[in-house]
Nanobody, 127 residues
Framework: QVQLVESGGGLVQAGGSLRLSCAASGRTFSDYTMGWFRQAPGKEREFVAAISGSGWRGDITYYADSVKGRFTISRDNAKNTVSLQMNSLKPEDTANYYC?????????????????WGQGTQVTVSS
C-alpha cells in the first residue's frame, strides 16, 4: 500500500485553471504508474489521466476524451509527486478528484489496476 495525499482542490470559475498535486510515499515511486480519477455526485468514478513509471520506453500518458487538450499530468520523481494541471475548466469538471498508484506499472486507464488511493480533493467549477 502506498500512502497518497492530494491537495490543490477548490472553487474556480468556468474557464479558469487549477493544479492538483499528490504526494506519495515509497522509495520506488518512480516505478509506479500514477493516475487521476474523479467522481461526481450520482456518477461512477471515471478515469481522468495516467502517467507511466520507469521501465517504459519514454513517458506514456493517457487522458479521458473529455479532458484532452485541457488537462496535463506530470510527475516529479525526486519529490515523489504527481500533478494534474487543469485549464479551461468547465462546470462538468466538478467532482471529487482522486490520486491513485499502480505498483505493477501497467500504464492503464482501468481503476481495477490501481492498488492505492488517496482520500480525494474536491474541485468545484462555477458557471
Amino acid at each position: 500500500q502506498v500512502q497518497l495525499v492530494e491537495s490543490g482542490g477548490g472553487l474556480v470559475q468556468a474557464g479558469g485553471s487549477l493544479r492538483l498535486s499528490c504526494a506519495a510515499s515509497g522509495r520506488t515511486f518512480s516505478d509506479y504508474t500514477m493516475g487521476w480519477f474523479r467522481q461526481a455526485p450520482g456518477k461512477e468514478r471515471e478515469f481522468v489521466a495516467a502517467i507511466s513509471g520507469s521501465g517504459w520506453r519514454g513517458d506514456i500518458t493517457y487522458y479521458a476524451d473529455s479532458v484532452k487538450g485541457r488537462f496535463t499530468i506530470s510527475r516529479d520523481n525526486a519529490k515523489n509527486t504527481v500533478s494534474l494541471q487543469m485549464n479551461s475548466l468547465k462546470p462538468e469538471d466538478t467532482a471529487n478528484y482522486y490520486c491513485a498508484a499502480d505498483r505493477k506499472n501497467s500504464a492503464s486507464r482501468r481503476y481495477s489496476t490501481y492498488d492505492s488511493w488517496g482520500q480525494g480533493t474536491q474541485v468545484t467549477v462555477s458557471s
